[in-house]
C-alpha cells in the first residue's frame, strides 16, 4: 500500500463502509469536513477526525446539524471541497442548509446513512425525502451506491458532480452497507478522475456573479479573492442583487433546474444483468440491488427469464433506462425497503408499457433473495 501525500491510500484494503466513504472524499480532494455525532454515521466523523489533520484539511465538530450543514457551505463558498455527513433525522435538521446550498449553487456533499426511525436497523425509507424535501423548486442528484467499493467509488463521483454543476450531491449511504466490511480497492491517484468548479477568467471589475455560459453552470470565485458577490437563498438577477420581480426568479431557477435535466445522460447512470431477454425485470437500488441480483440469477436456473436494471443514480430519474426495460419486459418489479416509495416513479415512467409490481419490506432488515424469488415466480405463473 502507497500513500499519495497521505491522501490517496492507494492499495487492497478490508474496510468499513463508512471508512470507505472518508477515504474517497479525501481521494476527491475534501478538505473542510463538517458533522455532528448521530449512528450509524459516526464512523465518518470518527475517521474524518483522525484523517483531515493528516492532509492539511479541516475539521469541525458542529453544535447540531444545522451548524454543520451552514459550515460547509460557508467552506465550499471559500474555496474548499466540503462534505458533511448524517443519518435520517439528522438530514431533517439539515434541510435549511441544503436549499440555501441549491438556491445560491454552492457545490458539496453529503452523505445520509439511512436508518429506520430513531432505530440503526435497515431502510430505504430516506429515498423521497432527499430529492424533494428541501424547500422551492429544484433538481438534486443522489447516488445509490451497493457495496463498499461503490462508497468509496460514488463519493469521488459526487464531489465530480457537486463540482461539475455547483449543486449539493447527496450519497444515499444505507446501515446494510454502512457498517459492512468488504474488499476494498483504491487506485493510484493518477487514475482517479479529479473535477474542479469552473473559476472566473476576468478580473472583479467584469464578471457578472450568475451570468452562465451554455452548459447553465456560472464560474465560482473564492471568498476573499476581491469577487463582490452575495450568495443568497432569494431570488437574484445575474449580478446577485435581491430583487423580486416575476420574471428574475423565473430565470433564476429554470437556469438551476436546467443545468441539471439538460445534462440526465451526463448523470444518470444504471447497471442491467440479463435485460437483452428478460420478460421480468427488477428496478432496485442501493443494498436491495443485492438479494436482487441473486434472486434473478436463481430464477434463470428455474428456466425464468429474468433480469435487473440497478439504478446507480436514482435522482434524477433513469427514465430512458426504466423506460427501455419496461416496453421489452412483461412486469417490472420494483424492489425497495420501504412501503414502497420510489416505486411510484418506476409506475410513472413504466404507465402503459408494462404492468408494475411492488415488492417492498419495512421491517428492519433487507429482503432475502429467497423473497425476492418468490416474486419473480409469483409473476411468472
Same mark, same amino acid.
Given at each position: ?23 474517497? /472524499?479525501? /481521494?476527491?480532494?475534501? *478538505? ?8 450509524? %454515521? ?21 453544535? *447540531? ?38 438556491? /445560491? ?28 424535501? %428541501?424547500?422551492? *423548486? ?5 447516488? %445509490? ?84 458577490? &452575495? ?30 435535466? /439538460? ?18 425485470? &427488477? ?9 436482487? &441480483? ?38 417490472? &418489479? ?44 409469483? %409473476?411468472?405463473?
Amino acid at each position: 500500500m502507497s500513500r499519495a501525500g497521505n491522501r490517496v491510500l492507494t492499495g487492497k484494503h478490508f474496510m468499513l463502509g463508512n471508512v470507505a466513504v472518508v477515504e474517497g /472524499a479525501l /481521494a476527491a480532494g475534501c *478538505d473542510f469536513f463538517a458533522g455532528y455525532p448521530i449512528t450509524p %454515521a459516526n464512523e465518518i466523523s470518527e475517521r474524518m477526525a483522525s484523517r483531515m489533520p493528516e492532509v492539511g484539511g479541516k475539521f469541525l465538530q458542529g453544535e *447540531d446539524e444545522l451548524c454543520s450543514v451552514y459550515a460547509v457551505t460557508g467552506a465550499a463558498l471559500a474555496g474548499a471541497k466540503a462534505m458533511t455527513a448524517t443519518a435520517s433525522e439528522g438530514f431533517n435538521y439539515m434541510l435549511e442548509g441544503v436549499g440555501y446550498a441549491v438556491a /445560491a449553487e454552492i457545490p458539496c456533499v453529503l452523505v445520509d446513512v439511512q436508518r429506520c426511525r430513531g432505530e440503526n436497523y435497515a431502510t430505504q425509507a430516506d429515498v423521497m425525502q432527499l430529492r424533494w424535501a %428541501a424547500s422551492g *423548486d429544484h433538481e438534486m442528484i443522489v447516488l %445509490a451506491p451497493w457495496s463498499v467499493q461503490e462508497l468509496f467509488d460514488h463519493t469521488v463521483k459526487a464531489f465530480n458532480l457537486a463540482e461539475r454543476f455547483r449543486t449539493p450531491v447527496i450519497v444515499m449511504s444505507e446501515t446494510t452497507i454502512a457498517l459492512m466490511r468488504e474488499n476494498l480497492v483504491i487506485p493510484e491517484a493518477s487514475r482517479i478522475k479529479i473535477v474542479d468548479r469552473t473559476r472566473p477568467t476576468v478580473p472583479p471589475a467584469e464578471f457578472v456573479p450568475f451570468r452562465a455560459e451554455k452548459d447553465g453552470v456560472p464560474p465560482l470565485p473564492r471568498l476573499g479573492e476581491g469577487y463582490a458577490i &452575495l450568495h443568497s437563498l432569494n431570488p437574484h438577477n445575474e449580478r446577485g442583487g435581491i430583487t423580486w420581480d416575476p420574471d428574475v426568479f423565473q430565470t433564476m431557477y429554470e437556469r438551476i433546474l436546467g443545468k441539471i435535466t /439538460a445534462h440526465r445522460d451526463e448523470i444518470v447512470e444504471t447497471e442491467g444483468y440479463f435485460l437483452d431477454d428478460a420478460e421480468i425485470v &427488477l428496478v432496485a437500488y442501493g443494498s436491495e440491488a443485492r438479494p436482487a &441480483l441473486d434472486a434473478v440469477e436463481a430464477a434463470r436456473r428455474e428456466g425464468i427469464r429474468a433480469g435487473l436494471l440497478r439504478l446507480i443514480t436514482v435522482w434524477p430519474v433513469p427514465e430512458k433506462e426504466i423506460r427501455a426495460a419496461a416496453d421489452r419486459a412483461s412486469v417490472l &418489479l420494483a424492489i425497495e425497503m420501504n412501503v414502497g416509495k420510489y416505486a411510484g416513479e418506476v409506475e410513472r415512467v413504466a404507465a402503459g408499457r408494462c404492468e408494475v409490481v411492488r415488492v417492498t419490506k419495512n421491517r428492519g432488515e433487507i429482503h432475502t433473495s429467497n423473497e425476492i424469488l418468490a416474486a419473480i415466480e409469483e %409473476a411468472a405463473r
